[in-house]
C-alpha cells in the first residue's frame, strides 16, 4: 500500500542533507517503517583527508605541526599527542615545568573549545534558536560573557603557542620559547574573570531544559591517579577497562561502514563506547577542582551523568575546571632550564594517548633510525563516538515517533550536537586497494 505520494503506508524518512553546528560535513538519514525506526545512518561524506598518508617520510619532529592542522578547535590536542608519541618511541618522559606548560596548553583549549560548542553551537538547541546570531538578539549579555569566557582561552593558546589557532611553539621534548614568569602572570586576572564567568555558565547552563533520557554507554577515557585527565594516564572503561595505552590495539579496533568516510571504532567483542566529557566525568569526578566539584554538585550532577543531554552541563563543569587549573599552575610556575630537552631518534614504535575536548584521541607512529615515519595511525574521539551516537538516535527517535517529522529532526539533530561531533576531525582515513587482473 502507497500513499499520494508514493510513500509505502506507515513509513516516514526523516533527512538533514547537511548538519548545521558541528564541525564538518555529515548528514543524517533516519528511517521509520510501521511505527519502528528501521534505519539509521550518522553518514559523514566529507573527503578523506589522508593525514596519515601523509605523515609518511617526514621526519618525526614535523608531526605535531603536520597533525595541528586536522582541526582548527582542537589542535592543541592533537599536536600534542603526537609529541608524546615520539618521545615514547624515544623513552623520554618530560617532568617539571615543560610539563606543567604542557597541561596548561590544554587549559587553554579546553576553555576556548568548550565554550564556543555550549554557547554558540548547542544551546540554541535548548532555547529555541536556529543559531548563536539568532539567540543573541535576546540573549546578548550571555554571548558576550561567553565571547570573553573563549578569549581567556585564546589568550592562554596565544601566549603558549604562539597563536590562537595552529599553535607553533610546541616541539618534540618541550617547547622553542617558554615564558616568563613575568609573562604568564599576565593571565592571572582575565582568568580569575574568566572562573567568575564559568561559575555563572554553570548555573545558566543548569537552568535548560534537558529531556529526560538516559543510556547505560561504556564510559572510556584516561585516567591518572593525582589529576584530572588531560595528556596522560592509564585507558580505564565503566565496565573494567584499565589498560596501559600501548595496549590500545588489544582492546579496541576500527572498522569501516558504506555510509561514513570515517572509520568507526568499538571494543572487541563488545561494541560500541563512549568517549568525551561524559566519560571523562564519570570517570574522574572527584579529581576536578573543589570549586567544579562545588559547582557540580550544587546543580545536581551526581558523580556520574547518563543523560547526553546534559553533557553541555558536564562541558561547563570542565571549564570551570580549566580555569581553576590554569590559575593553580601560572601561581606555581618556576621556567625551566631550558625550553625543551633532547630526544634521540631510534628505531621504535612510540605511541600515547591525551583528552581532547572532545574525549581520548590516540596515536602511533613507528619510526625508523633516521627519524623518518614509516606508519602513523591515528584515532580521533568522534570516530570512536559514531557508534554510541547511532544508537542514541535510534533510541531517541524510537520515543519520540509520536513528534511531527519537524520536531523529530530538531531533537535528532540535537541529539548528535549532544557529543559535539568534529567530522572534520574523523574524516581522514586511507584504505586503498588495488586489483591486478
Known amino acids: 500500500m502507497s500513499d499520494a505520494n508514493g510513500k509505502a503506508e506507515g513509513s516516514r524518512t526523516i533527512r538533514v542533507d547537511y548538519l548545521a ?5 555529515g548528514s543524517l538519514h533516519l528511517g521509520i517503517r510501521d511505527g519502528a525506526v528501521e534505519d539509521v545512518r550518522l553518514a559523514i561524506f566529507e573527503p578523506p583527508r589522508f593525514f596519515e598518508a601523509l605523515l609518511r617520510g617526514r621526519g618525526f619532529g614535523e608531526a605535531p605541526d603536520i597533525t595541528s592542522r586536522i582541526c582548527g578547535i582542537c589542535p592543541v590536542a592533537y599536536m600534542m599527542s603526537a609529541v608524546h608519541a615520539m618521545e ?38 535548548f532555547l529555541g534558536y536556529p543559531d548563536a546570531i539568532a539567540m543573541a538578539r535576546d540573549h546578548g549579555e550571555h554571548v558576550r560573557r561567553a565571547l570573553g569566557l573563549k578569549k581567556a582561552g585564546n589568550d592562554i593558546v596565544r601566549l603558549l603557542g604562539g597563536r590562537e589557532i595552529h599553535p607553533i611553539n610546541v616541539r618534540v621534548g618541550g617547547f622553542y620559547k617558554v615564558p616568563t614568569r613575568r609573562e604568564l602572570s599576565t593571565l592571572t586576572e582575565p582568568l580569575l574573570r574568566a572562573r567568575d564567568a564559568a561559575r555563572a555558565l554553570v548555573d545558566r547552563v543548569a537552568a535548560f531544559p534537558f529531556p529526560e533520557y538516559e543510556q547505560d554507554y561504556e564510559f572510556v577515557a584516561l585516567r591518572h591517579p593525582d589529576e584530572y585527565p588531560f595528556n596522560e594516564g592509564r585507558v580505564v572503561s565503566s565496565r573494567g577497562i584499565d589498560i596501559d595505552v600501548a595496549d590500545y590495539d588489544s582492546v579496541f579496533e576500527e572498522f569501516q561502514v558504506p555510509h561514513s568516510t570515517a572509520l568507526h571504532a568499538r571494543i572487541r567483542g563488545r561494541g560500541s563506547y563512549l568517549v568525551g566529557p561524559l566519560a571523562r566525568y564519570a570517570l574522574n569526578s572527584d579529581l576536578l577542582s573543589p570549586a567544579a566539584r562545588d559547582a557540580a554538585a550544587a546543580v545536581g550532577l551526581g558523580p556520574v551523568c547518563r543523560n547526553p543531554y546534559r553533557s553541555i552541563l558536564v562541558r561547563a563543569v570542565e571549564v570551570l575546571h580549566a580555569c581553576d587549573e590554569a590559575l593553580r599552575l601560572i601561581a606555581a610556575y618556576t621556567p625551566p632550564d631550558a625550553p625543551f630537552v633532547a630526544v634521540p631518534v631510534q628505531d621504535a614504535v612510540g605511541l600515547a594517548a591525551t583528552e581532547a575536548p572532545r574525549g581520548l584521541l590516540y596515536h602511533r607512529y613507528r619510526i625508523d633510525a633516521s627519524g623518518s615515519i614509516l606508519d602513523a595511525r591515528i584515532i580521533p574521539p568522534t570516530s570512536q563516538n559514531q557508534g554510541a551516537i547511532e ?46 587482473t
Open 391 to 436: 544508537e542514541d538516535l535510534r533510541r531517541v527517535a524510537t520515543a519520540c515517533l509520536d513528534m511531527p517529522d519537524d520536531a523529530l529532526q530538531g531533537r535528532c539533530e540535537q541529539t548528535i550536537r549532544n557529543h559535539d561531533p568534529c567530522i572534520s576531525c574523523a574524516a581522514h582515513f586511507l584504505k586503498l586497494t588495488v586489483e591486478r
Open 21 to 25: 553546528r558541528v564541525e564538518g560535513e
Open 88 to 125: 615514547n618511541a624515544a623513552g623520554v618522559s618530560i617532568a617539571g615545568p615543560i610539563r606543567d606548560l604542557r597541561r596548561l596548553l590544554y587549559c587553554g583549549e579546553w576553555i576556548e573549545s568548550h565554550v564556543l560548542h555550549v554557547a554558540m553551537l548547542h544551546a540554541p538547541d
